[in-house]
């Protein structure tokens, strides 16, 4: 919402540190975000729908709502934002969500290719059972797909509210329109979380709270 200090640092990983040349764009609710990323060398930005959230907002059922409704809309909008660019593949991250390996990422992209998968995700999967993710967990941030058939699908046609805010996180929404969608066949399911660690090297034991 306002990390613009993490999406500076975002931004310098991805143009100054990686090798390609990739298309960025950014979609923040905050309002005026525009003015406090004036100075980032982005390709596109768009201001997200005003949703009104604050920590001190009852959470049932207007808060929960509400902040699912504002990630939904900007993962919606970010992301039209890159297939329109003209994107072959499209990753979504938060702006605290770094890649730190360009050689990751781009194996990421030829192993979904491989495996002809329209969408690399991560996440607990579909056989995850949570009270706010009943058909399976799949992490907003580090999802990849292939923007020509997210667009003839029209993936992100789609209104947060659709979405059943007031019981699902954002990964149970994702999940939602991955199955409805996509189909379980075209997703590459690379990472069940077992491989995360703390900063120490230390597993993480799952499926509690993962690793940030």
């Known amino acids: 919402y306002d990390k613009f200090e993490e999406v500076e640092v975002l931004v310098d990983i991805i143009r100054n540190n990686w090798k390609k040349d990739y298309y960025i764009t950014l979609c923040s609710n905050f309002p005026d975000a525009k003015k406090n990323i004036s100075g980032l060398d982005i390709d596109d930005f768009i201001q997200g729908a005003d949703i009104k959230f604050t920590p001190s907002m009852p959470w049932k059922p207007k808060g929960r709502t509400n902040l699912v409704c504002r990630v939904l809309d900007t993962i919606k909008k970010s992301c039209s934002s890159a297939i329109e660019g003209g ?72 209104n947060p509210l659709d979405l059943l805010p ?24 690379y990472s069940d979380y077992s491989n995360l660690e703390y900063w120490d090297g230390k597993k993480k034991t799952l499926p509690f709270e993962r690793a940030k």
């Not at 770094?98 to 996440?123: H, I, M």
């Not at 990964?171 to 991955?178: K, N």
Request: with cysteine; charged share 20%; proline share 3%.
């Open 87 to 158: 994107c072959e593949h499209v990753m979504h991250l938060h702006s605290d969500a770094w890649p730190l390996d360009e050689e990751t990422f781009t194996q990421l992209v030829e192993d979904t290719e491989t495996k002809n998968k329209k969408v690399a995700v991560r996440g607990f999967g579909f056989a995850y059972y949570g009270h706010d993710a009943p058909l399976g967990s799949i992490d907003d941030m580090f999802f990849l797909f292939n923007a020509a058939y997210f667009k003839d699908i029209s993936f992100f046609d789609y």
């Open 166 to 189: 007031h019981k699902h996180s954002p990964h149970g929404a994702l999940v939602l329109l991955l199955l409805g969608k996509v189909g379980i066949r075209n997703i590459h399911l």
